[in-house]
């Protein structure tokens, strides 16, 4: 019997429209730029398919080939050059190894290139046109995406993380090649349904009303057998773009009436939740003085709009500002932005005094530079943070001590994932009052563990976070909290745009 032949790349980073930061050649490389045989054994967030899909073929017998990985970290608009080159590279591979049983694709579904608002639709049409219409095509993507029509006229299969913060993109992995490999078997056929509620929110899961929604989404799947599977397409409310917005999907076995119903069912219970899902955001003052109240044990607080996640910069001040005005003891921030602090820091050597200038290089509303006496603690070279299985770079990076501040400056921008960040530089979380982090909730799962209590704060405006506000140019006007701002938002909905394939 012929050994299922398949393909595996990845292309994905989420595009913040509002963001300064310009993404080239050189943001992958200092991400993942992994080519054919090169990926790690670590996988990181939206490169899971090509980890998975090794042990998959091994343990099924299977010859998979593996094209470039490439994950940039989120920013700004991806150069044209650079997604075209990507794009083409891979495609090429397909070509010339070509034909596959199937095709798995791991994105991230909120790039946006210079000239192209949909680079994911354009990448997954244009391997459909390489492998024909009767290859399955199937991708895995992060939901703060922007699920197009493009998308699934060109796909077979899309499924989406369905955790916020994104602990579960190893097992999204596994279902996506558990897919592939029934769905060449002719087992199931896979069919989408698509229901879009007409609205844009932040959904995280660590708590209600989002963690029993997503609880009962995983329920259904269990409890149906014809349900492939179900996402929640978040949507991105920093990408500026036509089809921006949340979208419930369902990849039923050739039942696009079941996938209808249940995305209509579960599109109007979101859209009932809409303004109820977001966590408390606090402002510095606020969070500080809950923070001091606090007895026993450490409390984290989350900078969580100048967030390197979101395509942020990562290196606003008005935090750690606050801080040093309140004269904070026992307190550590992880991280903030600044290459060229980082390289002043490596060039004094551990243990150095210097006068350094850091922080709020990139954008307005960020705060202003610190201008401060530092002593330098450690400096790491090539640092490194855990999130779940993956390993995630932040570049060469510094511990600083300001007073009875701690301050770790990294060189890559890396929003913080996980308590490793400061472990790495000899912090231990534990013995610190208050633990300031970049994150806007992937943090969660992992200070969670070591923080009774932990606080969202709002400080400054980093990041286009009220949609009724954000001046976008291309995004709907009809979805909640847009049309709410327009006087419409308790006006009945247009008809929602269902796509079946």
């Known amino acids: 019997m012929t050994r299922p032949r398949a393909f595996t790349a990845v292309l994905a980073t989420e595009t913040n429209t509002f963001s300064p930061i310009r993404i080239d050649i050189e943001a992958f490389r200092a991400s993942l730029l992994a080519r054919p ?128 913060p994104h602990i579960d993109f190893v097992d999204r992995a596994v279902e996506a090649w558990d897919l592939a490999k029934r769905t060449i078997a002719g087992e199931v056929v896979p069919v989408m349904s698509v229901y879009d509620p007409k609205m844009i929110d932040v959904f995280p899961t660590t708590s209600g009303p989002m963690r029993g929604f997503v609880d009962d989404l995983v329920r259904r799947e269990r409890e149906t057998p014809a349900i492939l599977s179900l996402s929640v ?39 009932a939740l809409r303004g109820k899902v977001r966590s408390t955001e606090l402002s510095p003052a606020e ?71 850091f922080g709020a290089k990139s954008a307005p509303f960020t705060g202003n530079p610190i201008d401060a006496e530092v002593e330098i603690i450690r400096n790491i070279k090539n640092a490194e943070q855990r999130f779940g299985e993956s390993i995630v770079p932040i570049g060469d990076a510094s511990l600083i001590r300001i007073g009875g501040l701690e301050v770790i400056l990294n060189s890559t921008r890396a929003q913080c994932f996980d308590t490793s960040l400061f472990t790495n530089f000899g912090i231990d979380p534990a013995r610190r009052k208050i633990l300031v982090v970049k994150s806007t909730n992937h943090f969660h799962q992992s200070f969670a563990r070591v923080s009774p209590l932990i606080l969202y704060c709002a400080a400054g405006r980093p990041y286009p976070n009220d949609p009724s506000v954000t001046p976008y140019t291309k995004a709907p006007r009809d979805i909640w909290p847009i049309n709410a701002a327009q006087g419409a938002g308790d006006r009945p909905r247009t008809a929602s745009r269902e796509i079946v394939k």
């Not at 939901?143 to 916020?164: G, Y």
């Not at 500026?240 to 109007?268: I, Y």
């Not at 910069?313 to 903030?336: Q, Y």
């Open 233 to 271: 397409i978040h949507g991105f409310m920093a990408g500026d773009v036509p089809e921006m917005g949340t979208r419930l999907l369902a990849v039923t076995d050739n039942d696009p009436a079941l996938g209808d119903a249940v995305t209509r069912e579960f599109g109007e219970a979101l859209f």
């Open 37 to 164: 045989g090169e990926h790690p054994d670590t996988p990181t967030l939206c490169s899971a398919v090509v980890t998975v899909g090794r042990g998959f073929a091994r343990d099924n017998n299977w010859d998979l080939v593996e094209g470039t990985a490439a994950w940039a970290d989120p920013a700004g608009l991806v150069s044209r050059q650079t997604y075209e080159f990507l794009r083409d590279e891979i495609l090429e591979q397909i070509a010339a190894e070509a034909p596959f049983d199937v095709v798995v694709i791991g994105l991230h579904g909120a790039m946006v290139a210079d000239g192209y608002d949909d680079p994911e639709g354009d990448f997954l049409s244009r391997i459909r046109v390489l492998i024909g219409t009767k290859t399955p095509l199937i991708a895995t993507f992060d939901p703060h995406s922007h699920l197009t029509s493009r998308r699934v006229d060109a796909a077979d299969a899309l499924i989406a993380f369905k955790e916020f």
């Open 287 to 357: 969070a500080y003085e809950r923070a001091l109240a606090h007895e026993g044990g450490p409390v984290t607080i989350a900078d969580m709009w100048d967030n390197p996640g979101g395509g942020t910069a990562g290196d606003a001040t008005v935090l750690l500002a606050e801080a040093m005005e309140r004269k904070l003891e026992d307190t550590a921030f992880g991280s903030i932005w600044d290459p060229i602090a980082v390289q002043l820091c490596h060039a004094a050597g551990e243990g150095a005094r210097m006068m350094l200038r």
